[in-house]
């Protein structure tokens, strides 16, 4: 008897949405595909990491002097070589390019802008720990044939399309294009990916979980510490905290539960980067029903003034993210105790 539940590729599904569009003319399905095909050609790398002498790393730094290893330098490598010739995009960003990277003249340039963090957690990668590829989509908005800074300094709500790809203990790629959150999973005996999360939500009830890194406690706000103490203590939640961030945000995404990088006494604005990690994600988390702040604003209402500016991000369930709001700014009842 074949099972109800049929095989959808990830080609399949950004079709029959497209097709929902008469207007589309398979701008948005070829660039979602084509960042699929780079998805499958970074997985296969970073799951044979250990297997082959590319680990360690490429000996030398990226624009923000974190020790460069040769995995995000190809991971990098093969999102632009992706996306460069298409005719699609007008110009991308990169976490490991200090400058935005124009579409070269032999190329013709598109509508669509591309940021995106090649490999996040890179520092995991000899750890065998969970590590991904993070992207976010924006048209471009200013008048010129190709892509400027300016296309890329959008703020986060004015984002076409955002996703991740986590390389865990299966290759997932989980996209939102502003009609919900789908979750496709990589069947490496074909090659595909498959239609595994449709229309994910974050659940409510969420779980009991916070995750930070509370080594930095004493470089936290009172009224952080106060947060933290209160959700472990008179909360009674659990911590889980891997350190990578697409492997929490993913969590996050599943079981609920309230993910934070909170500012620092000597790094205000934490360690995060807005246009490639909190923007792309805060789409998602919203998409799925949940929240995502600095703290004090929505992460996707900032307008960015740099490439790689960073933002504190608590995302999340949405009554955890509004508890950490009014905590942190002092109107909760809880801030007391
Ligand atoms: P910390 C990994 O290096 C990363 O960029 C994110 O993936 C992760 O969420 C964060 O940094 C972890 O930072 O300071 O807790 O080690």
Not at 115 to 134: C, H
Not at 185 to 193: A, H, K, N, R, V
Request: proline share 5%; hydrophobic share 35%.
């Amino acid at each position: 008897m074949l099972q109800e539940s049929h095989v959808v590729t990830i080609s399949r599904f950004l079709i029959d949405e497209e097709r929902k569009y008469p207007e589309a003319k398979g701008a948005f399905t070829g660039l979602l595909s084509d960042i699929a095909l780079a998805a499958k050609v970074i997985g296969r790398e970073v799951n044979k990491a250990g297997l082959v002498d590319i680990l360690g790393g490429a000996g030398q730094e990226n624009v923000h002097g974190e020790y460069q290893q040769k995995l995000d330098v190809f991971a990098d490598q093969v999102m632009y070589r992706a996306l460069d010739h298409t005719g699609l995009v007008a110009c991308m960003a990169s976490e490991e390019h200090e400058h935005f990277i124009p579409i070269p003249e032999k190329f013709p340039a598109g509508d669509y802008v591309v940021l995106f963090d090649p490999l996040d957690g890179s520092s995991n990668i000899d750890l065998n720990v969970s590590i991904g590829t993070i992207f976010s989509i924006h048209r471009k908005c200013t008048d010129g044939e190709r892509g400027t800074l300016e296309d890329c300094l959008q703020p986060g709500c004015r984002q076409v399309a955002s996703g991740y790809v986590l390389y865990g203990s299966s290759t997932m790629l989980v996209y939102t294009s502003g009609t919900g959150v789908h979750g496709f999973t990589l069947d490496p005996s074909i090659g595909e990916f498959i239609l595994s999360h449709p229309d994910m939500r974050i659940p409510n009830p969420p779980k009991k979980v916070y995750s930070v890194n509370e080594a930095y406690f004493t470089r936290w706000s009172e009224e952080q510490q106060k947060l933290v103490s209160h959700l472990k203590n008179e909360g009674g939640f659990g911590s889980r905290y891997i350190g990578s961030m697409v492997a929490d945000v993913h969590r996050t995404l599943l079981q609920g539960g309230l993910f934070m990088y909170p500012p620092e006494r000597s790094r205000p604005d934490g360690k995060l980067r807005l246009l490639y990690e909190a923007a792309p994600m805060a789409f998602i988390i919203e998409q799925a029903g949940g929240r995502a702040s600095t703290g004090t604003q929505n992460i996707r209402d900032i307008q960015p003034t740099e490439l790689h500016q960073r933002v504190p991000i608590y995302l999340g369930s949405r009554e955890l993210v509004e508890l950490a709001e009014e905590m942190l700014a002092n109107t909760s009842p809880m801030s007391s105790s």
